[in-house]
């Protein structure tokens, strides 16, 4: 969601916070601003659309001062416009937001009451006016914002700057991340430290509910109550130069390039390499003694979970359930006593998820989860944590993070069989070796760029896409159609192949394109059988598959892609890559914004 960034130091602070915010394109946006302290008043500029727009601003008007703030805005409330955008204040004090304020409505009908004249519809503002009515009253910054914090209801990450405090910056965090950046005679604020890896890699993180007063030779951490608490400063792992896309046209490309790097580097982790056999870190629960796994996650991160499932349940033979993040607390559901709560994030700061974390954690469940962030708040409130080794995604849409939380889901399956007795030597030997074999035959995909490019013309035609498979392949086309949805906007859906007859068989005609994974193996004949009787009916098919798959297909499909021959085990991971080939080419045809796409965010932080 949105992006924060912070500076209170010695050098001009426009172009630190501009160059950060390139950083936090990735999260998502529709407007941008900065404000500083400009001869002890605050000055700001602010614009709607891509930062580019925020740039050319900045060279007609450019903004000094050595401390200030900026932000990259996805609208909630109020529409993304340049009145909407932040930083919100007033000539007392300027903030930027991320998350939702709950009661702005009962709090913008209190502040009318006493004077204060908004300018938005935004609930930022009334963070905004409410500082600014304490600071009237009498009350220092630090006493304005903690009063103010108090009264706040919702998930926020706040950073603030005040008129006449030229070395001062309030930051909050309550429900959405927020890193504090130590820098010599300097300090920074961020939404994550990907925003400040350029300016230091000496890290501290807000607790939930903490608030911190920065100055340039340091900062003092409160907890909600006022009083002061600790600070664990680490060393990012993040390098300065963590970002570029290398040559490529989108970062999307570079990263779909990177699939067998990343899951090479997961799966070295995970892997002895002189035993070959899968070596966890040591846990603080025993696998073998786990009644129950209960996976959640959102988006791509679900469906990585529910092959995932498909692994755990027919290797290790462990009963397990798996929900959307957003609906897993609602639901409510029995949970076993000293059951797994398995979660998947790409961030590790997506609210649902981390909302279902604690729901679990009450539920009386262990907490095992899958991560790309290992400074996240997720990963804090974890029992353990398994790694993936993805290094930082900027593009939203996820690739090479969802094939890497595959690699790690997959390991994760071949231990827990061990554990419990469910597979003998022989087979995890085979699993190993298959898992070992697949950046190989991930990197021989790229071979197959002109005929996923001659079907992706086919689809980038259509309105309405139907992507089938079976077994632990209903995921991979559950994980094509979202692709092909975030960056083409053209709409698809996904059903196990034996649904079609149940209803979606209606929809097909010569203007619906069908996209099928279909690897050879024991679903083979049955998923082939579904597709003839969508090509009887006109549908025509783009079908994934292997050899053995392509000489047993025959004339069936307009567009036959032989993916390399792999394990039953692994073949789900390859040909998640292959359907992400397909939307990325598919997304080139239609000329659309493939590493930002509308109206979607990279870490969604509120609910």
């Not at 009237?136 to 108090?150: D, I, Q, T, V």
């Not at 092959?307 to 076993?336: H, K, M, N, T």
Request: with cysteine; hydrophobic share 45%; charged share 20%.
């Amino acid at each position: 969601m949105c992006g924060i960034v912070g500076v209170v130091g010695t050098r001009e602070a426009t172009p630190l916070l501009f160059d950060a915010l390139r950083r936090l394109e990735y999260r998502g946006y529709d407007s941008a601003g900065i404000a500083t302290l400009v001869g002890g008043h605050i000055d700001r500029r602010r614009a709607q659309g891509k930062l580019d727009r925020l740039g050319s601003v900045l060279e007609r008007r450019p903004l000094d001062g050595l401390t200030g703030i900026g932000h990259t805005r996805w609208a909630t409330h109020g529409a993304p416009t340049e009145g909407n955008a932040h930083p919100h204040g007033t000539e007392r004090v300027s903030v930027v937001h991320n998350g939702i304020i709950e009661n702005h409505a009962e709090l913008r009908a209190e502040l009318e009451a006493a004077g204060q004249c908004f300018d938005t519809e935004t609930d930022t503002e009334t963070v905004a006016q409410l500082v600014d009515l304490n600071l009237k009253r009498g009350m220092s910054p630090r006493e304005a914002a903690h009063a103010c914090l108090s009264r706040l209801h919702g998930a926020y990450a706040l950073a603030m700057i005040f008129a006449g405090h030229p070395e001062l910056m309030i930051g909050a965090r309550h429900g959405a991340p927020l890193a504090i950046g130590y820098g010599d005679d300097e300090m920074f604020l961020g939404s994550d430290s990907l925003a400040l890896a350029p300016l230091t890699r000496r890290i501290a993180y807000l607790r939930d509910g903490d608030w911190a007063v920065l100055s340039r030779g340091g900062a003092e951490v409160f907890d909600a109550a006022g009083r002061q608490v600790p600070v664990e400063i680490t060393t990012s792992a993040l390098p300065g130069n963590a970002i570029g896309k290398d040559g490529y046209r989108h970062y999307m490309e570079k990263e779909l390039r990177e699939h067998p790097l990343v899951i090479g580097q997961t799966l070295q982790r995970m892997i002895d390499a002189a035993t070959r056999r899968v070596v966890l870190p040591e846990l603080p629960f025993d696998l073998a003694r786990i009644p129950r796994i209960t996976i959640t996650a959102c988006g791509s991160a679900f469906y990585a979970g529910l092959i995932g499932r498909w692994w755990l349940e027919s290797e290790a033979r462990i009963p397990v359930d798996a929900d959307v993040a957003s609906e897993l607390r609602y639901r409510e559901p029995p949970l076993a006593p000293g059951g797994l709560g398995l979660l998947i994030s790409q961030s590790g700061e997506t609210a649902d998820t981390l909302a279902a974390l604690h729901s679990l954690r009450a539920g009386g469940q262990h907490i095992l989860s899958v991560l790309n962030v290992a400074e996240s708040t997720m990963a804090r409130e974890s029992d353990m944590v398994l790694d993936t080794v993805a290094g930082p995604e900027i593009c939203v849409a996820s690739t090479k993070a969802f094939t890497a939380q595959l690699s790690v889901l997959a390991c994760l399956a071949i231990a827990t069989g061990r554990a419990r007795g469910t597979i003998s030597d022989a087979r995890e030997e085979a699993l190993v070796a298959a898992l070992l074999d697949l950046p190989g035959r991930a990197a021989e995909l790229f071979a197959l760029g002109p005929a996923i490019q001659a079907a992706a013309a086919m689809v980038a035609e259509a309105r309405d896409v139907l992507y089938l498979g079976r077994g632990a392949h209903v995921a991979v086309a559950l994980e094509g159609a979202l692709k092909l949805k975030e960056i083409s906007y053209i709409h698809a859906e996904a059903y196990a192949a034996g649904e079609m007859k149940h209803g979606p068989i209606a929809l097909i005609d010569r203007s619906v394109p069908i996209v099928a994974s279909v690897p050879s193996g024991r679903l083979f004949e049955k998923t082939a059988s579904n597709l003839q009787e969508a090509r009887a009916r006109g549908g025509r098919l783009v079908v994934f598959t292997d050899a053995a798959g392509a000489a047993r297909m025959g004339r069936l499909a307009e567009h036959l892609i032989v993916l390399p021959d792999s394990h039953d085990f692994t073949a789900p991971i390859l040909h998640s890559i292959a359907v992400q080939m397909l939307a990325y080419e598919v997304a080139l045809l239609k000329g659309t914004d493939v590493d930002q796409p509308r109206n979607l965010a990279k870490s969604v932080t509120v609910e």
